[in-house]
């Protein structure tokens, strides 16, 4: 590639690309210190709950003389979305692919190993050797590959009988425990990305659907089309091959138990506090990455389907002509030689209303008044009845986030909702599964494609049937403090 397209590139992806945009902002150290801290113990955090944090750093910035616009949290908040940095959804926040990106290169800044290019080289030479072996069309040559390959591991064998155990150096040790934790932390961006494509395809199907005036089975086509290049796109393909790992029960709990062990030697002193954290809970986050996956799928879904059926692509179609056709009079006029400022005989009546409380609000009904006659006034307490007191059968939900667990630990497997209510059936009724669902959530539960149907008993003993979302729980997804739960 030449100078002046590599030029053209660079100036455009400067221009463009949100995470180039973070780090050139003004105020950049601020933002991404405020991002890190604030997703440190989770990757979703609710909106208001950001709102007041970043309300409270702005309190002390203004103080400190660091910043002295007058705006908000909830504005800088929007500005951030809008920016593409932050995503909302479901009045929570999460961090963006773009954002990932400049924290990743502003941690690699300072936390770059110098001494690392071993176990680069190490990694480079099994992929090579890996790769040779699975793309050679010769059955010979795959023979000899996979043979030498044997003879090195019989080789270790007869070593490890024979007593010879080989232990890394500390150095080894500690290069490769990074290596691990470096190759884990970059795991959620490909998640990241699939969101992005995901509303990326949303937001193309509805100009494509404005700009076309196709038919709903246009539309539909379209559709399928846009999934089929999500799927066989680089996140897509990463995306679906997590899934399948996480699928197989075998190989996610391998991993699980492997990294335990790993944490629990020596070489896991070469990790920080936060690293050793998160490769503890490396499992649970993919399965919490995997279900905003789906989440975000199934709500764009949702929304082209509310979108088509509404006809709201045809009205804004129909604005889209009236616009064009107001530019070419617009147009027309400048070739007319006509003043934008000539006097026309068209009026419009224009203005506010203005309310100074709901007494001055007009009723929409036939009748100017209502009619208090029959309304009595009863004075509030502060003591509940006796009748009040008998409705209310609270669930306790740590409790039964406790029961879920240790029926999860028992099982040994993962299990949905309706696999719990079998082993643990409901007495509470629609409360208690209530509090199933809200644990579900609570601990990032896979959301699985489809619903699945339960059935559960009330407190009087009645038989219900109840049709809920399908989510995969595991005793993995479970802090060891139940209490850390946003419950």
Same mark, same amino acid.
């Given at each position: ?24 902002? @003004? ?6 210190? $405020? ?12 909106? *208001? ?53 400049? #924290? ?78 470096? #190759? ?58 997590? $899934? ?26 070469? #990790? ?31 929304? #082209? ?45 224009? *203005? ?18 209502? @009619? ?63 509090? $199933? ?6 601990? *990032? ?15 009087? *003993? ?26």
């Amino acid at each position: 590639m030449s100078f002046h397209e590599l030029n053209a590139r660079f100036r455009r992806l400067h221009k463009e690309h949100a995470a180039w945009r973070l780090l050139r902002s @003004d105020n950049a150290p601020l933002i991404l210190a $405020f991002v890190a801290d604030l997703f440190e113990e989770a990757d979703e955090i609710a909106f *208001g709950r950001a709102k007041m944090a970043l309300d409270t750093e702005l309190e002390h910035w203004r103080e400190q003389g660091i910043i002295e616009v007058e705006v908000n949290a909830a504005t800088y908040l929007r500005q951030w979305i809008q920016a593409g940095w932050l995503r909302e959804l479901d009045d929570h926040l999460s961090k963006t692919d773009a954002c990932e990106v400049a #924290l990743r290169f502003c941690r690699q800044l300072d936390q770059r190993e110098t001494n690392a290019t071993a176990s680069h080289l190490r990694i480079v030479q099994d992929a090579v050797r890996d790769l040779s072996v699975a793309i050679s069309p010769d059955p010979a040559e795959r023979i000899q590959l996979l043979e030498s390959r044997k003879a090195e591991i019989q080789r270790e064998l007869d070593e490890l009988e024979a007593g010879i155990v080989h232990e890394l150096s500390d150095t080894e040790q500690r290069e490769r425990i990074i290596e691990i934790y470096q #190759l884990a932390a970059v795991l959620t961006g490909d998640f990241r990305r699939v969101e992005d494509e995901i509303r990326q395809i949303d937001q193309t199907l509805r100009v494509q659907m404005i700009e076309s005036g196709g038919s709903r089975g246009d539309v539909i086509l379209s559709l399928l089309e846009q999934e089929q290049l999500l799927a066989a796109s680089d996140a897509g393909r990463a995306f679906d091959g997590f $899934f399948q790992l996480l699928c197989d029960q075998n190989r996610s709990t391998e991993l699980r138990e492997q990294l335990k062990a790993i944490l629990s030697r020596p070489a896991a002193k070469n #990790l920080s506090e936060q690293q050793a954290r998160f490769l503890g809970k490396l499992m649970r986050e993919l399965s919490r990455e995997s279900g905003r996956v789906f989440q975000v799928r199934r709500r764009t879904e949702e929304n #082209l389907r509310q979108f088509v059926e509404s006809g709201a692509a045809g009205e804004m179609r129909a604005v889209d002509r009236l616009l064009g056709k107001l530019e070419r009079l617009g147009v027309g006029f400048k070739e007319a030689d006509i003043s934008m400022r000539h006097e026309t005989s068209l009026r419009l009546d224009s *203005g506010h209303v203005k309310i100074q409380s709901p007494d001055s609000w007009s009723l929409k009904m036939p009748e100017e008044q209502l @009619d208090t006659r029959n309304v009595q006034e009863h004075i509030n307490t502060g003591t509940p009845s006796d009748t009040m007191l008998r409705q209310l059968h609270a669930v306790q939900v740590l409790a039964v986030a406790e029961k879920l667990r240790s029926t999860l630990r028992a099982s040994r497997i993962p299990l949905s909702i309706a696999g719990l209510v079998a082993r643990q059936p409901i007495q509470a009724g629609l409360e208690e599964l209530i509090a $199933f669902l809200r644990v579900a959530r609570a601990v *990032g539960a896979t959301e699985l494609q489809g619903r699945e149907t339960v059935e559960i008993k009330d407190r009087n *003993g009645q038989c219900l049937k109840a049709e809920i979302p399908h989510y995969l729980l595991s005793a993995e997804q479970f802090p060891e403090r139940l209490e850390e739960l946003i419950l």
